[in-house]
């Protein structure tokens, strides 16, 4: 199994923490296409979470319509969710979209003081 680094948007780490994100969407390419299921991603240099399920769709819309957008973006709806993506990734959504279900592995990774 391997380990990634992934960051996360501020307005949703809190939600990625508390457990009730626990899905990530992203968009097809060769670092996010080397993640599998049990591979365990690392958010924003500190929130650990396994890779419990990858789903793919043909884009933004299928994903979230395929998958829970209270799990996606918990808080925000449907259309601002898929706004938001596609004004953070652009065209790149015709590569594709993998939905990446995500379990807690404990507490928080502590911190490097520098």
Known sequence: ????NLGVKWFLLDSLRSGRKDLEIRVRGRYIDSIHEGDTIIFNGREQRRVKKISHFASFDS???GESVKRIAPGRSRNATISF???????QEQRGVVVFELEMLGPPMAETGG
């Open 63 to 65: 994903a979230v319509t």
């Open 1 to 4: 199994m391997a380990t990634h």
């Open 85 to 91: 993506l596609r004004e953070l990734h652009g065209r």
